[in-house]
């Protein structure tokens, strides 16, 4: 099946500092989404990207679809940026709502 | 509006015990899949229920079960818990059957002691 790999696996930043996470995934994709998971477990859908590059405030992701990647940044980091970020896409040959993640990137903001 | 609610937060079960997790989507929202994540990896896919028919499930064993109601609730049932089966246990709803634009609960915490 398709394989999720994410880097880094964690990511220690001063408040202010600017970040990449990056996805790498091993098969063709339709989809791909990022999610972030605060402390308290609740995840939250950040993008929907299968290709291309989307702003939401601090945060732009960039898909490339061709060469099976993914990228997260993260600008002018806060501490509520702190938490794990997940990428995820479909799995191969699976209903749509079969999602494969990564294991993640922990990230920890300090003031 | 609300959102996608879980019930119950924290749970905590025997070995061998059966357990029943609740999930209710948001309104509209005709498709529920249930995650499992054990701590430090990410949520593992268990099954997806659209219109009230099973639409995937993810490699676990028999003993994992779910269904959804007309309302579009589901249940998630796990019989003779192991310890192994301690996890969060997340649930996600969408307006369709595809993959996008999922809004997740924020979980069941299950300890299998």
């Known amino acids: 099946g398709i394989q999720v790999e994410q880097s880094p696996p964690d990511l220690i930043l001063q408040e202010g500092a600017n970040s990449t996470l990056r996805c790498n995934f091993s098969?063709?994709?339709?989809?791909l989404q990022w999610f972030h998971q605060n402390p308290w477990g609740q995840l939250i859908n950040l993008f929907y990207i299968p290709s291309g590059t989307k702003q939401n405030g601090r945060l732009s992701a960039t898909t490339v679809a061709t060469e099976r990647y993914s990228l997260l940044y993260i600008s002018s980091s806060q501490t509520t940026d702190s938490g794990v970020y997940f990428c995820?896409?479909?799995?191969?040959?699976?209903?749509?709502?079969?999602?494969?993640f990564g294991k993640g990137t922990k990230l920890s903001v300090k003031p | 509006d609300a959102g996608v609610t879980q019930s119950p937060t924290h749970l905590i079960k025997t070995r061998g015990q059966h357990v029943t997790l609740r999930c209710s989507p948001i309104?509209?929202?005709?498709?529920v899949s249930w995650y499992q994540q054990v701590l430090g990896q990410g949520p593992q896919f268990i099954f997806q229920?659209?219109?009230?028919?099973?639409?995937g499930r993810g490699n676990f064993p028999d003993r994992f079960s779910a269904r959804q109601f007309p309302n579009y609730s589901s249940e998630l049932n796990v019989n003779a818990l192991l310890l192994g089966d301690s996890a969060l246990y997340l649930c996600a709803s969408t307006e369709g059957a595809g993959g996008y634009g999922y809004t997740f609960g924020s979980g069941t915490r299950l300890t299998v002691v």
């Open positions: 098969d063709s994709v339709n989809n």
């Open positions: 995820a896409v479909p799995a191969y040959g699976g209903s749509q709502g079969n999602l494969i």
């Open positions: 229920y659209y219109e009230k028919e099973e639409r």
């Open positions: 309104s509209g929202h005709k498709s």
